[in-house]
């Protein structure tokens, strides 16, 4: 076994020093636009996994998708979906165009809204403010199921 | 102590290898809506940890403001401003309404201009370019202080 | 030599546990609106340092281009070009003026299409899905050649 093997191994044995936990979890999203609060769902991660102190990675690996950091249950979730109707909206001005109209303000949104999240751990908790979620945003009706992948980088 | 802790207190005592070093910082944005440059702040925190190579992150717990990394001081500061009276108008349209008018835009804000931003450091500065600044974006009147988080990551 | 150089050193020896690989590329753009998918560069850095386990995180250290996740080659890297058409038109309504009509729009660009992505990296490759690519977008028709840090951010 090689230096960098036995690091790797005897950094490894320690669980959150120098090792990315990193598993993927699917969400039902169903038909229609939705902004899906994932923050329960990170917690359980970070909780699963024991970490204290890091950064906590959130990625969809979809086209289609992507994460927003919101207050949710307080109309934010249907505002957003309407403000991206009137910035992208569903029409058939889309060059990518397949499936249900519109289709293709959904592959323009990842630049908008990224698919990636990152969010400071501290005393394994999310270093959230009061009134932030962390929420899946998706406009595509035609995907019914959606994945996304947790990362921890232990600091 | 076990294995974990006692790699944990070795590491720590390295200062920047394996401990994510992480500090809140509280500006005052006044009732008006602003580009609010942090960029010697931030360089003021990886000077007081020591950061040498690794991953600046920052991170404002707030759900109505976002960070940006742009030119200030020649325009794009109030373009911006400009901009997103366009996109997110202050006005009647958002369900969530409390305080000033057009309040829920500011909850909005955070899906296209993220509470996250990340940089990375080399020889303990921050690698940007020459016009670049680290910005905060708050277009809450109502909310007068902020809090920022800035976080290093040693690589 | 010190505690924390030992450290450092032993660390280093390692290769990808401990520390930050990182290296900058130029692309030329030309003297147009571009898309330019960057995953082949991405991933022969990913090669080059042996990335195992890990984050990726590329940075654009420009202050008038930003980087997005997108499906390439199917029409939907013009419907972004497109919408940003929309959304921040190439007119004078900019203050920060100079270069070609519009030019002002490419420093509120970084606002919306961030500088930075961030991507896990699992057995040595992007977890992307399957139409994701990693992209750069750059309005700025007066600048033909731009600069991408990658770095890797050993897990």
Do not use: K
Not at 57 to 77: K, N, Q, R, Y
Not at 109 to 126: E, F, H, N, Q, T
Request: negative net charge.
């Amino acid at each position: 076994m090689g230096r960098a093997a036995r690091w790797r191994d005897a950094l490894g044995a320690c669980g959150t020093i120098g090792v990315m936990e990193s598993r993927t979890t699917s969400f039902t999203t169903g038909g229609r636009e939705v902004v899906l609060d994932l923050t329960a769902d990170a917690a359980r991660f970070l909780a699963d996994v024991g970490a204290r102190e890091g950064l906590l990675h959130v990625f969809v690996p979809h086209a289609t998708a992507g994460l927003a950091i919101l207050e949710t249950g307080a109309g934010s979730d249907d505002d957003l979906l309407a403000a991206l109707g009137d910035l992208l909206p569903a029409d058939d001005r889309w060059r990518h165009r397949h499936g249900s109209r519109g289709h293709g303000r959904s592959h323009v949104l990842p630049a908008l809204v990224p698919p990636y999240a990152s969010i400071p751990v501290i005393d394994g908790a999310m270093a959230f403010g009061t009134w932030q979620s962390l929420c899946l945003v998706d406009l595509n009706v035609d995907n019914t199921v959606r994945d996304v992948r947790f990362s921890f980088l232990a600091g």
